[in-house]
């Protein structure tokens, strides 16, 4: 039996892909946000753009791994 400083701690991410990880959102956010205004250079049109990737990203990086500590799924694979 383990005691507790010896269980590993579980993120939600060790349960995602790598393509979803923190790294790879931000990467890919801000890579289309910046990419808009590259080759557009309109600023609305980048506004629009940021806006759905901007709630994209902050759900899946701040909400997210919350909803999914506080639900108690990571709790039971923690034995």
């Known amino acids: 039996m383990k005691s507790v ?9 060790d349960y995602k892909p790598w ?15 910046g990419g808009s205004w590259f080759v557009l250079k309109t600023v609305w049109i980048t506004v629009l753009v940021a806006i759905p990737l901007l709630a994209w990203m902050g759900f ?20």
């Open 60 to 79: 899946f990086l701040l909400v997210w791994p919350k909803l999914m500590v506080s639900s108690g799924a990571l709790d039971s694979h923690s034995d």
């Open 19 to 33: 393509w979803c990880q923190p790294w790879s959102i931000l990467l890919t956010g801000t890579s289309l946000i």
């Open 5 to 13: 400083s010896e269980k590993k701690a579980i993120s939600a991410w």
